[in-house]
């Protein structure tokens, strides 16, 4: 019997002037472990006079996480952050009660062709620090923990397992793992891991149970503990997962909170541009991402 409980195909969402490829939030399934948002970013291929351009907007009750393959985002917060992620580092910005934070294309890129590709992330919070002071972390490429067995290459981009820990600082119990293959290789892992998981196929291909799956899917385990399968040669595939909370984790815009009364707070101080509530970010002072009408109304 199959282990894969859901496969949620990858779809277009539109971030302004980005399409981004969703995989969570999905009808189905509101979310793996503490994951409750999964973007995956490109590969693209952006002309001189294209940019990632996201002007500040805020955030509560989550943590974000970005992990990129290719290309370069300046991030800037209002915890006072301002610096550029390039592949392979971690920034990870813990949200609390409230933060902004803008997303762009460096300036020694804007005039020039160039590839974005990555993942954005969010992790919902223990509902003890939702309301917690936002904080801010930049794990450099090195920092993260890469090692290989039996010509199998796994990198723990985030959380624990393999009797390993990542240095992002995480505040429940997840994992964030990439695994990659030069030639076909068998890849049996479920004891290593706990509470849910979910597995997304960039490169070549995973087969299970006599099926076979490409890119652009994300696949749910039934059972953690019985995650197998086989990995095709130059494969690359990353597992999401952990601990899920005891209560439900709502959504709306880029709010995540387990009570609704702190989101419907959040979106009127966001529409009333409550600098107490969210702060500026210095540096991006003179736009920002409206609230949607339809959130407004929403409740």
């Known amino acids: ?28 399934k509101r979310a793996v472990g503490p994951f409750v948002f999964i973007d995956h970013m490109g590969p693209a291929e952006l002309k001189d006079y294209q940019n990632l351009d996201v002007p500040p907007h805020p955030h509560i009750g989550l943590s974000t996480l970005t992990y990129l393959l290719e290309g370069s985002i300046f991030h800037r917060d209002s915890v006072g952050s301002a610096l550029e992620i390039q592949p392979g580092a971690v920034n990870w910005m813990t949200a ?6 803008s997303e762009r294309t460096p300036e020694h890129l804007r005039h020039s062709d160039k590839r974005l590709h990555g993942f954005q992330i969010w992790v919902g919070l223990p509902k003890h620090l939702e309301q917690s002071e936002p904080t801010f972390h930049h794990i450099e490429a090195d ?7 039996d010509g199998i290459q796994y990198k723990l981009i985030a959380g624990e397992a393999f ?7 995480v505040h429940s119990k997840l994992f964030f793992i990439e695994i990659k293959t030069k030639d076909a290789k068998k890849i049996s892992i479920g004891k290593d891991l706990y509470g849910e998981a979910a597995m997304y196929v960039l490169d070549g291909t995973v087969s299970t149970d006599g099926n076979s799956y490409g890119s652009k899917q994300l696949m749910i385990a039934k059972d953690t503990k019985l995650c197998e399968f086989d990995m095709s040669e130059n494969g690359t595939v990353y597992l999401f997962g952990g601990e899920p909370f005891d209560e439900e984790r709502f959504i709306f815009w880029n709010f995540v909170n387990s009570d609704k009364e702190l989101i419907e707070k959040a979106k009127v101080d966001w529409n009333d541009q ?3 509530a969210f702060p500026l970010v210095l540096g991006d002072e003179e736009e920002f991402v409206p609230l949607p009408k339809a959130i407004l109304n929403r409740k």
């Open 1 to 28: 019997m199959s282990n894969i409980g859901l496969i949620i195909e990858e779809k277009s969402a539109d971030i302004g002037n980005f399409l981004v490829g969703r995989l969570l939030p999905f009808r189905e």
């Open 96 to 101: 609390g009660k409230g933060v902004v934070h």
């Open 143 to 149: 920092e993260i923990p890469v090692w290989e067995e």
């Open 163 to 169: 009797g390993r820990k990542s240095p992002v600082p």
């Open 274 to 276: 409550n600098h107490e």
